[in-house]
């Protein structure tokens, strides 16, 4: 199995704008929890005193079950001892630390030398170590570091006591075979003593290409947001890597806890939450991601779904019709709908309808099943039949 790490309330919430009250926060942690995941990443408890009690309250709750609960905390002592604090409640904590290990971020950013940054995170593992049993590392810009000095540091971690390495695409920069062949070196050093996560942002549109390919090299865990939110332009996302990996298990032979069913609500949920849009198009998601609009594809669909459908839409939570009616739409499209909404048609109707509707069609988007029934009373008026004789 692969293990699903949500951060949505923690990279996810760093999303410009995309940041969410404590009740908001706790709201999305316990669908989280429904929707299956292993690890809810709750915050960054330094942050301010808001985070550390939103993560606190997210820790109370799953006190007895449910997934680790995890914070966010800076390789400082401070930060440490702050997110200790606020995820002890949680049945099974976990801290998370970091340090970026890229000279441009040494440099840069950090203002420290190779050897200083080796030192902070011995010391800083072994005390995140002290405070819980779960202690997560990670060299943020991984991809971008010198190769022998990010295993260095690795190396350090592992020593130090941390028993997951997080393997940062920070920038969204490593390219699939990149990010594979890195990862398959991490998991090949440290075998089974470690789990090896991936985490990886969309800059060029490769996060869960990325993610996937990490998985393929043996990492079994991988950090993830609903709906790909995110720093700049994202984290891979949940509901992507998830029904990646159920629909093409025969090409990685690995699943997710995840109730997949629970996806659309939970996006519906962190859309409404955070205020960011979800793009009509979003892969497994969005409102058109299972929606036919073309005539060749109705009919297909309708003749056989896995013409043009690789997942059932109820198996990720939609409900209802997904074939669009508009002018693409053909008389395959026409009669099944009319079926659908209970009225009983045949070819006779179908077809003395079909010109009023593709009329209807080229002035609106959509034809609604209400723009039918009014075609279908119309229809009723000018002929004068009534009831089932319209079936014909
Ligand atoms: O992208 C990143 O590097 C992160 C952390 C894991 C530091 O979000
Ligand atoms: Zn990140």
Avoid: W
């Avoid at 009373?377 to 000018?382: K, Q, Y």
């Amino acid at each position: 199995m692969v293990q699903v790490f949500d951060t949505t309330l923690r990279d996810g919430e760093q999303a410009p704008g995309g940041g969410m009250a404590g009740t908001a926060k706790l709201a999305v942690a316990r669908q989280l929890a429904r929707l299956g995941v292993d690890v809810v990443e709750a915050g960054f408890p330094s942050a301010s005193a808001a985070e550390f009690e939103a993560v606190g309250a997210i820790a109370a709750e799953f006190r007895e079950r449910g997934p680790v609960v995890c914070g966010m905390a800076r390789a400082t002592a401070a930060d440490i001892d702050r997110c200790a604090l606020a995820v002890t409640r949680a049945a099974r904590p976990r801290i998370h630390t970091f340090l970026a290990t890229s000279d441009i971020h040494l440099q840069h950013k950090l203002h420290i030398t190779r050897s200083e940054a080796l030192r902070t995170v011995a010391a800083m593992v072994r005390q995140a170590r002290r405070r819980v049993a779960e202690v997560q590392f990670s060299p943020e810009d991984a991809t971008r570091s010198a190769p022998a000095f990010l295993l260095a540091v690795l190396d350090e971690a592992v020593a130090a006591g941390a028993s997951i390495l997080n393997i940062p695409d920070t920038v969204g920069y490593a390219t699939p075979e990149e990010y594979g062949a890195l990862l398959l070196t991490v998991v090949e050093r440290y075998g089974s003593a470690v789990t090896v996560s991936a985490h990886c942002h969309d800059d060029l549109g490769l996060a869960v290409a990325n993610s996937l390919a990490a998985v393929g090299s043996g990492a079994r865990q991988v950090e993830c947001t609903i709906n790909g939110i995110g720093e700049r332009a994202g984290n891979a996302a949940l509901e992507e890597v998830v029904m990646a990996l159920r629909t093409r298990r025969d090409r990685l032979g690995l699943d997710t806890a995840i109730d997949a069913t629970g996806l659309v609500r939970t996006s519906r949920m962190v859309e409404r939450l955070t205020r960011i849009r979800v793009p009509p198009n979003k892969a497994v998601v969005g409102k058109n991601a299972f929606a036919h609009q073309s005539g060749i594809h109705q009919a297909g669909v309708l003749e056989h779904r896995a013409t043009y459908e690789i997942m059932r839409r109820e198996s990720v939570g939609f409900e209802g019709e997904s074939i669009v009616l508009g002018k693409l739409s053909g008389r395959h499209a026409l009669k099944a709908r009319l079926l659908g909404i209970g009225v009983p048609v045949g070819d006779a109707l179908v077809n003395r309808l079909f010109p009023r509707f593709k009329a209807l069609a080229n002035t609106k988007r959509r034809v609604s099943d209400t723009d039918l029934e009014r075609l279908v009373a119309s229809e009723r008026g000018l002929t004068s039949l009534e009831g089932g004789a319209n079936a014909r």
